[in-house]
């Protein structure tokens, strides 16, 4: 009788342990699933993160250089004609510029460049810019500039000008200056000669330019 005392304990330790065995065996499959879920859903919020820095950085890249831009069109230069990009085009001539992506690829003739760096001097996008002016019926002047922001780690094809990695943003610009009453007038110190200023209307470029040939 004793004895069997002895052995009663040890069976049902035995069996608890079995049975502690079994239920982590079903716990096993839950916890691994919940482990990746939670892995994948780290990885999921940083790239999201990266994301969303990336078309920041795009973003600021496009504001740049279409600011750039304008500033080479009210200069005094930019009117010039000497300056073959400001020779007048209709609207849908400089839309079938503009809107090929071949234009933007690097080095394209007339292309302009500003780099986007941050306080550590760290380049933080690229951007480009290309301005054109436009025929008007009435009298002054007119130019649409597009400009493209290109986050830090971008690439661009340089056969189509495709963008391949990274973010890329579009920014366009309408500067219209109407002409000067000033000249040719008899006073110019006449309140009805004041120099005419620039208007600007800005949007954003939600359909990027299509790849066409050319």
């Not at 009453?181 to 120099?195: D, E, F, I, V, Y």
């Amino acid at each position: 009788m004793k004895r069997r005392s002895r052995q009663a304990p040890r069976a049902r330790h035995l069996a608890e342990r079995g049975q502690a065995l079994v239920v982590l065996m079903l716990l096993l499959p839950a916890l691994t699933a919940a482990t990746a879920l939670a892995v994948r859903s780290a990885i999921t919020a940083a790239r999201q993160l990266q994301a969303q820095q990336t078309s920041a950085q795009a973003q600021e890249a496009a504001s740049l250089a279409l600011r750039q831009c304008e500033a080479l069109v009210m200069a005094a230069l930019a009117p010039d004609a000497a300056d073959p990009r400001t020779v007048a085009v209709t609207a849908a001539q400089a839309e079938q510029t503009w809107n090929r992506l071949s234009a933007w690829r690097p080095g394209a003739l007339g292309l302009g460049t500003a780099t986007v760096a941050g306080p550590d001097g760290r380049s933080l996008g690229m951007g480009q810019c290309l301005f054109q002016r436009l025929t008007d019926g009435a009298q002054g002047l007119r130019f649409v500039v597009t400009a493209r922001g290109l986050s830090a780690d971008a690439q661009v094809s340089v056969q189509t000008g495709m963008l391949l990695d990274g973010a890329e943003a579009w920014q366009q610009a309408m500067l219209r200056k109407a002409a000067d009453p000033c000249l040719g007038a008899s006073a110019p110190s006449a309140p009805t000669c004041a120099p005419p200023g620039w208007t600007r209307r800005w949007r954003t470029l939600i359909t990027p330019p299509a790849a066409n040939p050319g």
